[in-house]
């Protein structure tokens, strides 16, 4: 097994930026990520995407570009297509690259995978033609595709403006942008608009944003309350309802991309059984971090989204941070050396958060968003429903691994990636318990499928 | 339910042809068997194990799984995160299928 000082997971903005930091103190660092190129979601396929005229994507995308060149440097052993399946509080790490499995063990480790959309479970939403629009995004910057006909945009959030946005800039027609955002919530949100200021630039950009939608006339449907996906063996309809207003309205399309924000992706952490804390403001889990990054696993740091939601160029911060941090531990330099450069980034870094309290607020998905009727699918692999969940409360069920083992909800493929919020979240409600209280999956490694044939062959390196 | 832009200044891409379930697909180098599919019109790429419905990619980004499919007969590959080679087998997959 080969002993590599630093492994990063994930080179987006915070896996790079941290490779980028830690190398200058002449650690060489690993990087591995699952995409077949550099970027993150974020910076997706910035190298090579056909969408070449800058104002598509915007200025905020192609602002990667430097970080990407960052990464090729000798010094930086970066992996693309390489999939995580085990991380062990040893620091033993399990990869896998074109279908062969190896295991390699790190002094360090650099969580930076990243983020994933919050679930968004609708009645309907397992059809065929019903993605997210952080799928619609991926889409549109890897491969030039969009939407053949005019699609209807659903939810709240920050990405769901940008995708609309940029479909417009491409010329992609756009049915409706239906929005989820509750009345009542810009009134919560007012209250943190004086902190929000100190990062100006995002909020006038997320205001040209919306700006840029209403001199184009897109439909921009207000105060939706009720959302539903229709069609037989494929999305046929959406149906929806604003307000109080009884009234369903109902549009035909081939395609409904949904959004409710972004949480931490916390499979790898969950599995290392790192001690998480349920945010109440951001309405997710995060891995507990001290002031470098690190979490309770000796040798193990998160950076960037995957610790807690911050963006893009507060992730690159972190990482920046994480980078540090790994140079401290690996007796690279003294803390004290580093003391001011330290103290600058922290203060960039509180800057370029300190407009996370008001969006966390203003896009805070309502209850009934995250809590489904009793008979929406919560659990897309193993369709289990909200009912389900509720009636297993009912029956004593206080947390998430006890309904697995009496549904199966949340042992499907995705390990509950897709459920896990939800399940955590209904169980809460129905035993009036805090979301703490009630927990999480307990989670396994392989974190992705795997072969017995391919574990042989990691093993082989474990006893050699 | 996704076609390809046509933009002017884009690199000419090289054509890579793959098969779903026999049917000649034709993709385009650098995309991921899942857009590869979606570009082509394919909706579902496989069935629930437990009641059969038809599910496509969802997420693109390896998180929800729905883009499971049978690639050159190695089961359970998330389609979006393989890339295209020319003369792939894709097979999309059915009924109960357990991961590990
Ligand atoms: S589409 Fe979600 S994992 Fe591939």
Redesign the interface.
Request: hydrophobic residues 30%; proline residues 15%.
């Given at each position: 097994m080969t002993t590599h000082d630093l492994v990063i997971l994930g080179s987006g903005p915070a896996g790079m930026a941290a490779a980028a930091t830690a190398v200058a103190y002449g650690i060489t660092a690993l990087v591995v990520d699952?995409?077949?190129a550099p970027g993150g979601?974020i910076y997706r396929s910035i190298e090579?995407t056909?969408?070449?005229?800058r104002r598509i994507l915007g200025d905020d995308y192609w602002h990667g570009k430097a970080l990407v060149d960052g990464l090729d440097d000798p010094r930086i052993d970066y992996r693309p297509?390489t999939?995580l399946w085990q991380l062990t509080r040893r620091l033993e790490v399990g990869l896998l690259q074109g279908?062969h499995a190896s295991m390699v063990q790190a002094r360090h480790v650099i969580l930076a995978h990243g983020a994933?959309?919050r679930p968004f479970p609708i009645p309907g939403w397992?059809l065929?033609?019903?993605?997210?629009a952080?799928?619609g995004q991926?889409?549109l910057k890897?491969?030039?595709?969009?939407?053949?006909?005019p699609v209807v945009l659903a939810g709240c959030g920050p990405l769901l403006l940008l995708l609309a946005v940029q479909y417009l800039r491409?010329g992609?027609p756009i049915a409706a942008l239906l929005d989820t955002t509750p009345a009542g919530q810009y009134w919560d949100a007012l209250p943190l608009l004086p902190g929000a200021l100190r990062n100006s630039r995002t909020l006038l950009k997320g205001l040209g944003l919306l700006a840029e939608l209403r001199r184009a006339g897109v439909r921009h449907v207000r105060h939706v309350t009720a959302l539903e996906a229709e069609g037989e063996?494929?999305l046929e309809r959406v149906r929806w309802q604003c307000g109080n207003d009884p009234e369903w309205h109902c549009l035909t399309t081939?395609?409904l991309l949904l959004h409710q924000g972004v949480v931490p992706?916390t499979q790898v952490t969950r599995a290392l059984d790192c001690a998480h804390d349920w945010d109440e403001r951001q309405l997710a889990w995060q891995p507990r971090r001290d002031p470098w990054l690190a979490t309770d696993v000796e040798g193990v740091a998160v950076a960037g989204d995957a610790g807690g939601i911050v963006g893009a160029k507060a992730s690159a911060m972190q990482g920046q941070l994480a980078g540090l941090g790994a140079a401290i531990a690996l007796g690279r330099v003294s803390e004290d050396k580093i003391h001011g450069e330290v103290k600058r980034l922290r203060r960039d870094l509180a800057r370029e958060t300190a407009i996370r309290p008001f969006l966390d607020v203003l896009y805070r998905p309502a209850v009934h968003w995250r809590l489904p009727e009793d008979e929406t699918l919560v659990c897309?692999?193993?369709?289990v429903t909200a009912g389900e969940v509720r009636r297993m409360a009912e029956q004593g069920c206080r947390g998430p691994n006890q309904t697995k083992s009496f549904t199966r909800c949340g042992m499907?493929?995705?390990q509950g990636?897709?459920c896990g919020l939800t399940v955590s979240e209904l169980l809460a409600d129905a035993n009036g318990q805090s979301v703490a209280e009630t927990g999480y999956y307990r989670l396994r490694p392989?974190f992705?499928?795997?072969?017995l044939g391919q574990l042989a062959t990691a093993a082989e390196d474990t006893s050699g | 339910m996704f076609k390809r832009l046509s933009l002017p200044d884009a690199p000419a891409q090289k054509t890579v042809i793959v098969y779903f379930d026999g049917r000649q697909v034709t993709a385009q180098d650098g995309d991921t068997i899942a857009a590869a599919l979606l570009s082509a019109g394919v909706e579902a790429c496989r069935t629930t194990p437990v009641s059969g419905s038809p599910r496509g990619p969802y997420c693109m980004m390896g998180v929800c799984f729905e883009c499971l499919v049978e690639v050159d007969d190695i089961p359970n590959v998330q389609g979006c995160q393989v890339l295209v080679k020319d003369g792939m087998q894709i097979r999309s997959q059915h009924g109960a299928r357990r991961l590990g």
């Open positions: 699952e995409q077949p979601q090579s056909p969408l070449k005229e297509g999939t279908g994933m959309e397992t065929p033609g019903v993605m997210t952080g799928s991926i889409l890897s491969a030039g595709l969009a939407p053949s006909a491409a992609i063996d494929r081939p395609l992706n897309r692999c193993e369709e499907g493929p995705c990636r897709m392989p992705k499928p795997i072969t | -």
